[in-house]
């Protein structure tokens, strides 16, 4: 495989495993979560990297996704005691990442961890980062990790669809039915913790904050559908990693930078020209109304 | 001893006294305007802003070509307004919510910064290190001139806030009414922004972004804990916010060489946490004691009650404790606490008999059965018949449900025509007459 594509085909599924559950986010009123998750397993990290002693993927991933459930844990606690939910999210994260930055700077001087590479991974680097099993080259650990994440969201979401439709739209009515509110929160919650973990350790955290927004945002303006907003928002995400990868050629920037401004790009459009939603067509519409009424 | 020698140390040193007052300025000034953020409930403005300076810092640097603070602070204060007016357009012109557009101006501007930042490395532009230090903060690298620029901003910030204490009060609380007084609410909102991008841009260099997220809103929310007004909060919440800066200063001066940044944001959160437990009205363990404190309460009148209610039907024994809980469930670790503080006031005695447990009224005891049951009753027909009575009787303080002197009577005759009215009375002893006997 080439270079190039590999870069391409890790984007696509890191685009697409976020989006898909970005609109979930979304709909929910927790964008901000993404952001909050993926500062908060700092400490995750840290500690199963002291723990097992080296750079191992498994035990980071389990680790972080362990601070990335506690976070949201901590967040909905204190939400449940009245702290208001901007609160909540910003003291929980910022903390947590305090902690995590000084066990960071407490033992990297008896090991090797750096904190720009763990926090923020290049995915210029994905190619040389390969997997071996029984001795032979399976390709690119990161497609192997982002993709297991997203078969892994696809089937859970899949399963429990009509639940998370009604959670996402209408708690009251879902917990009235006797549907546990509670548990798809947190099934959902891990899910973005795990999706978050292993994207951000090969492409960075702000490509996959960025694409559990944007492209389900871009994807909110397009359609009225669950089931077509889905399909849109992981179709735009991959579009995004496609089209930032030409951009970042271009421009000889940094990948990631570049996958996120091109979903920015996607958004701005959308946002425009939306034929439901956009600003100018809502203008035309308008004024071609205005027209109408003024000529009889 | 040791301790107080390094704090000795510390105080001689020029160069860590430039950092501790940067710190504290920084505390104080982004503790009054996060006051204002978390009441207009843009806790999170703080992070985008934050994360929305990066791509100003790299312009300004990519233009001017120094590492001048004033540049910096020029540059990210031009893209924090261009994402806060970014946010307002897409909540105003589309149907993306707030926290969606949050989350999205934050990530896109960012990754604008991240190519900008890349664009630097690549096109060699000598001194670049250093830049990314405002990812992360580096408060040891305060010099005095940044500590000028803060300060001056801080106290121009500080000024500011006071000269508009009045319509940013408006502002936080009832931008509507404001509207409707005739007050510019949307400049107000732009300025309050502007200030909060400030606030927002002074602290990057010393705690980074993501930190300097925490420096806005901890200290608010703890503030709000301990106060119901604006003038307390924000001179509490400027005052937390100097006191996690020094605390972390001084802990990462005089302790191991930690950084200093994340030691104020765990300042700050223990700050918040402490608060969160111990403050009067809303802390946690205040509104537990004030639970118990009720369902005490709520488990002696259950006790009287019961105890009144078999009387007035004639039966005169003592009370086998089994049918409180039959009546009126509670567990009986409550029934049991209940008891023995009625016992010791000495408004029932308790005796036992051949494992079960029977209680009576004493005369002092009977007599505030009595008044339970009849505020209790009185408290049920006020509820059926407010509208034709008005007047409150659960009043703001009145944790007994006291009844209004000029209640009293309406509600009697209410409590005659639905036949609730207490049939006996242990002042006078007697069953009471139908009507007209009132007490």
């Known amino acids: ?296 | 001893m040791n301790v107080l020698t390094q704090i000795q140390q510390f105080f001689s040193d020029p160069n860590t006294l430039w950092v501790l007052s940067g710190t504290i300025l920084l505390g104080v000034s982004s503790g009054v305007i996060g006051s204002f953020a978390f009441l207009r409930k843009r806790g999170l403005m703080g992070d985008v802003l934050a994360h929305a300076a990066l791509p100003g810092i790299c312009l300004a640097f990519m233009l001017t070509g120094s590492k001048n603070p004033l540049f910096f602070l020029i540059g990210a204060t031009v893209t924090g307004i261009l994402a806060s007016m970014a946010i307002n357009t897409i909540t105003r012109f589309s149907r993306i919510k707030e926290d969606t557009s949050l989350a999205l101006v934050l990530s896109v501007f960012f990754g604008v910064g991240i190519v900008f930042l890349t664009q630097i490395q690549h096109t060699n532009y000598g001194n670049q290190s250093g830049l990314d230090k405002f990812l992360f903060g580096q408060s040891a690298s305060l010099v005095g001139d940044d500590v000028w620029v803060m300060g001056g901003v801080a106290i121009a910030l500080l000024l500011f806030s006071l000269l508009l204490f009045k319509e940013f009060k408006l502002l936080c609380f009832d931008p509507g009414f404001g509207r409707s007084l005739g007050f510019p609410v949307g400049l107000l909102d732009l300025i309050l922004m502007l200030m909060l991008v400030l606030a927002v841009v002074i602290g990057l260099q010393a705690a980074g972004v993501v930190l300097m997220a925490a420096l806005i809103i901890t200290p608010a929310a703890a503030a709000r804990y301990w106060t119901e007004r604006l003038d307390i909060m924000l001179v509490l919440s400027a005052f937390l916010g100097g006191l996690s800066g020094a605390l972390g200063t001084l802990f990462s001066a005089t302790t191991a060489n930690l950084p200093t940044g994340p030691l104020i944001v765990v300042a700050a959160t223990m700050i918040f946490l402490i608060s969160l437990v111990f403050s009067p009205r809303r802390g946690l363990l205040s509104k537990a004691i004030r639970l118990a404190a009720t369902r005490k309460q709520m488990a002696r009148e259950r006790v009287l009650q019961f105890l009144y209610e078999n009387r007035e039907q004639g039966y005169f024994d003592p009370l086998n404790t089994e049918m409180i809980l039959w009546k009126y469930p509670m567990s009986r670790r409550r029934l049991k606490s209940a008891l023995a503080s009625l016992t010791k006031d000495g408004w029932i005695q308790v005796e036992q008999k051949g494992g079960s447990f029977f209680i009576r009224g004493t005369g002092e005891g009977w007599v505030q059965a009595y008044e339970t049951v009849l505020r209790t009753r009185m408290t049920e027909v006020w509820m059926m018949h407010e509208n034709e009575i008005g007047g409150n009787i659960r009043e703001e303080g009145s944790t007994t449900g006291e009844i209004p002197p000029d209640l009293f009577e309406p509600l009697w005759n209410l409590l005659v025509k639905h036949g609730r009215e207490p049939k006996w009375n242990p002042k006078s002893d007697s069953i009471a007459g139908e009507g007209g006997n009132v007490p």
């Open chain 1, 1 to 296: 495989m080439s270079m190039g594509l590999t870069i391409i085909i890790t984007g696509a599924l890191v685009a697409a495993s976020c989006g898909f559950l970005g609109c979930f986010l979304i709909l929910r009123r927790m964008a901000m979560l993404g952001d909050a998750i993926s500062h908060a397993v700092l400490p995750g990290i840290v500690i199963a990297f002291l723990m097992s002693g080296s750079r191992d993927s498994l035990p980071m991933l389990l680790g972080a996704a362990a601070l990335g459930l506690l976070c949201t844990f901590f967040i909905q606690s204190l939400r449940s005691q009245g702290v208001q939910s901007d609160a909540a999210i910003s003291v929980t994260f910022t903390a947590l990442f305090a902690i995590g930055v000084i066990l960071v700077s407490l033992y990297t001087r008896q090991v090797d961890l750096d904190l720009d590479c763990v926090l923020y991974g290049e995915i210029a680097y994905v190619p040389w980062d390969t997997l071996y099993l029984f001795g032979n080259n399976i390709g690119p650990k990161a497609i192997w990790g982002v993709g297991t994440a997203f078969i892994l969201s696809f089937l859970v979401v899949g399963l429990f669809f009509k639940e998370f439709k009604i959670v996402s739209f209408d708690p009251q009515m879902a917990a009235a039915l006797g549907i546990p509110v509670l548990l798809i929160h947190y099934l959902l919650m891990g899910l973005v913790s795990i999706t978050t973990v292993a994207s951000f350790e090969s492409v960075g955290a702000i490509l996959v904050v960025a694409m559990l927004t944007v492209p389900s945002a871009t994807a909110y303006l397009l359609t009225d559908r669950l089931e077509t907003m889905l399909a849109i928002s992981v179709g735009v995400g991959i579009l995004s990693s496609l089209f930032g990868y030409w951009l970042s050629l271009i421009f000889n920037a940094s990948i990631a930078g570049s996958m996120t401004v091109a979903a920015g790009i996607f958004f701005i459009l959308a946002f425009l020209f939306s034929p439901l939603h956009g600003v100018v067509t809502r203008w035309l519409i308008r004024r071609k109304m205005r027209a109408a009424t003024d000529q009889p």
